[in-house]
């Protein structure tokens, strides 16, 4: 991965960066929230109940918390490229200075929310990243006085979307983490083929201790609990979707359809091509 990083303060603010090969990325973010735009090319992003597709102009607005970030088919021929801005509250009061700092006092869900928004493509975004290009290209003539302006710049944009009232409370909201219940994210993710140390992280915890509350709570391992539930969807949409075998695998989170009909057989005793055609 190539990157080229500009701070503020002495603080991360943008950063440029370049795919060459697959990535599949834990991303951790204690005290501020985060800006992502996708250049080119597409990639995944999960939070702890949403997992979004970015294409080509979109982005996603972050707050504080833990995040995995993947992609396949990403080369050097066809690479991904991103920009990702960070927000600091300190930072933003520093930048701002005696200007209106409201939007940063927005009380707290007493219920949690979803901690990442989808902005899909925006004209105003385009243009502000389009901005930066000289910047990421001339490292040795920014300053803090030019990237304060920039930061400025892209708050006012994001907290005037007016039109997406989530945006505003994560902003107003950046250093105050989502505490979203241990089970929500286990059935959010159900299907996505994450790996136990990947789920721990989306659930904030080590993997050991993610092992444990996991048999507390379900009476059952991980790696058993989650194979049963992708099991069960699978045979439901075998027995009611024209899916063909290797979507319903995709589908139901199989890294791949030789895996899903061996775990298949193994409970149901026959391939899943044989349960499909018995129903």
Partial sequence: ME???LELYGQPFAESFTFSNDFRIPQEMHNDACLAYVVEGAHQLISSTKTLTLNTRDSV???????L???NGVSAISPMKGVAFHFNPETIKKAFGSRDLN?????VNKEPVDPAVAL????LIDGFVESLTPYFNNKNLVNDDLLSVKLVELVT??????NNPLVAYIMGTINSPEHLEFDK????NLYNNLSIPELAHLTYRSESKFKRDFNAYYSESPAKYLKSKKLEKAAKLLNGSSMQVGEIAWDCGFENAAHFSTSFTKIYGVSPREFKGLN
């Fill in 185 to 188: 994210v286990i059935e959010a």
């Fill in 61 to 67: 607005l972050m707050k504080c918390g833990n995040y």
């Fill in 103 to 107: 939007f940063l006092k927005v009380e």
């Fill in 3 to 5: 990157v080229i990083s």
């Fill in 69 to 71: 970030a993947f992609s």
């Fill in 120 to 123: 899909g493509q925006n004209e």
């Fill in 157 to 162: 944009i994001l907290v005037n979307s007016r």
